[in-house]
């Protein structure tokens, strides 16, 4: 081998991680250094504790955890991100108990309709995001269309009022995140070999038991993958929760948008975006550790 070749094939693993500095650790180090800051009517609004250190102990003698204290201290903040959690929670039990039927019956369909349906599953992405949570709007108001429906059925006798609460942030999640679940499921199961149904059928397993032992089982990667898709950005969606919700659903990208834009205090909102992420790594560790008990791999 060559000698530029070998450093060619050393230069390739270096990829990554040169990718991950300057799209990541660069940018954490900015937030954090942010973080450990003042607020001040400055501009840029802050006042840094570690401009012309030289010493490990002047560093830890200016070190101010305060803005993480007011995070753990006011009730605000820590009910925001435990109604945050509990949204992205529920939103992605939602989509993965509506996601799965819709993908296996994607991948159960003969071949010439499968294309057809993956269409129609990604065709709300051709619209803006922000016109379609617009349009929920206008479907969950009190005089809307979902009303005037559940009304004229007799279902109801008056308007649920429905929007403005969680359960209208819940259905703007669920709606705006279904495809992020449905599209890795349906991956995994398209995948799925029917001679193994076939084969638990032919041993005298009912259908929910072959479903259970076997095409769940064979489904899990998609499962996970899809689970994270929905939780890491439901966790911390900001338009939905703004325009469907109300004062009483406020999440942290709320949170975040109103400490950095109109409060701008920015040493406030880079530490509630490090405490964000903080809570989002622990999904993903319980992610990688179940990839990597069924021999998945990194």
Not at 54 to 73: C, H, I, K, V
Not at 102 to 128: E, H, K, N
Not at 264 to 283: E, F, G, N
Request: with cysteine.
């Amino acid at each position: 081998m060559s000698a530029a070749a070998r450093k060619t094939g050393r230069l390739v693993p270096a990829i990554p991680y040169l990718w991950l500095s300057a799209f990541f650790l660069i940018p954490f180090a900015i937030v954090a250094r942010l973080a450990l800051s003042d607020a001040d009517t400055a501009l840029p609004p802050y006042a840094p504790h570690f401009d012309g250190l030289s010493t490990l102990a002047e560093f830890l003698a200016r070190l101010d955890l305060e803005n993480f204290r007011l995070l753990a201290e006011d009730p605000l903040y820590w009910r925001s991100y435990l109604l945050s959690l509990r949204i992205a929670a529920l939103t992605t039990l939602i989509c993965l108990a509506i996601g799965y039927p819709l993908a296996y019956a994607m991948a159960a369909a003969p071949r010439g309709w499968q294309g057809v349906l993956l269409v129609l599953v990604i065709l709300p992405f051709w619209t803006s995001f922000l016109i379609r949570v617009y349009a929920w709007i206008g479907i969950l108001r009190p005089d809307g269309l979902l009303d005037a429906a559940l009304i004229w059925l007799g279902v109801t006798a008056g308007p649920l009022r429905l929007l403005n609460t969680e359960v209208a942030v819940l259905i703007g999640m669920v709606y705006s995140f279904l495809p992020f679940m449905v599209l890795p499921l349906y991956v995994s199961l398209s995948k799925l070999d029917r001679a193994l149904i076939e084969a638990a059928a032919d041993l005298g397993a009912t259908p929910l038991r072959a479903f259970l032992t076997v095409t769940l089982p064979l489904s899990l990667p998609g499962v996970l993958a899809g689970s994270a898709l929905v939780f890491i950005p439901a966790i911390g969606e900001f338009v939905v929760p703004d325009l469907l919700g109300g004062p009483d659903t406020v999440m942290v990208g709320r949170l975040l948008w109103t400490e950095f834009f109109s409060n701008r205090d920015w040493p406030l909102a880079s530490a509630i975006a490090i405490a964000l992420l903080v809570v989002l790594v622990l999904p993903l560790v319980l992610l990688q550790r179940a990839r990597l008990a069924r021999g998945e791999g990194p």
